[in-house]
């Protein structure tokens, strides 16, 4: 089966521009995630959706961080104005209702000049 | 936020030599995984650990989960070459909310 996708895979921006990341996850799991991993730490969890609702965005700067997941299936996360300290890997992650194994797409690079 | 430090950060051995890397909290999970992350990729599971003092192994590599639920340790027997990577460990607590680990950075030298 197909894995989960990610575009686009690199981005360069300067501060105080726009940016938008997409995931595509693996067909029929209901549960995708965004993670934010800076380079050396762990990844850490922005917004978990189930099916098209919200389950835990505690940690999502919703000051400048948004996303959405129209229709329970593609998912798009957006940064309006990046700073530089959202220099990232993005991460996506499906996992369907059977199991809490979570598969991970290959990520976005952010880079904020 | 629920803090799972791991130790050390960075781990730099010879092939053939046995290592071991440990995954603390101060909060109780009712699961744990670890995951193995190489460059320019996403995490890929390696194993979900449930009941506190289970212990699985998975070839060369063992783990193990503490009694009470709060820590868990990854042992590799004979490092390869093929082992080097970031390893994370990743907790789901009883609110079904997950936190992923500061990393173990390995490099098996050949």
């Known amino acids: 089966e197909a894995g989960v996708a990610q575009s686009p895979r690199y981005k360069i921006i300067e501060k105080r521009q726009s940016v938008a990341f997409w995931c595509n996850p693996i067909s029929g799991h209901a549960t995708l995630y965004w993670y934010q991993q800076i380079l050396g730490q762990g990844p850490k969890l922005l917004i978990q959706?189930?099916?098209?609702?919200?389950?835990?965005d505690s940690q999502l700067p919703k000051d400048r961080f948004s996303a959405e997941r129209l229709k329970g299936v593609d998912s798009t996360l957006k940064i309006q104005p990046a700073k530089l300290e959202d220099s990232a890997v993005y991460l996506c992650?499906?996992?369907?209702?059977?199991?809490?194994?979570?598969?991970f797409g290959p990520g976005t690079r952010l880079t904020v000049l | 936020t629920q803090l799972l430090e791991q130790s050390p950060q960075f781990l730099s051995i010879q092939e053939g030599e046995n290592l071991t890397v440990y995954c603390n909290s101060s909060s109780v999970f009712s699961s744990l995984q670890w995951y193995r992350q190489e460059p320019g990729e996403g995490p890929v599971l390696l194993v979900t650990?449930?009941?506190?003092?289970e212990v699985k192994k998975l070839k060369r590599l063992t783990f193990q989960f503490g009694d009470a639920r709060k820590d868990s340790s990854l042992h590799i027997t004979a490092a390869q070459t093929g082992d080097t990577g970031l390893y994370l460990c990743a907790g789901r607590n009883t609110g079904n909310q997950f936190y992923f680990g500061t990393g173990t950075s390995l490099t098996v030298i050949p």
């Open positions: 959706f189930q099916n098209n609702g919200v389950v835990d």
């Open positions: 992650a499906s996992s369907s209702q059977l199991t809490d194994t979570q598969y």
């Open positions: 650990v449930v009941t506190g003092g």
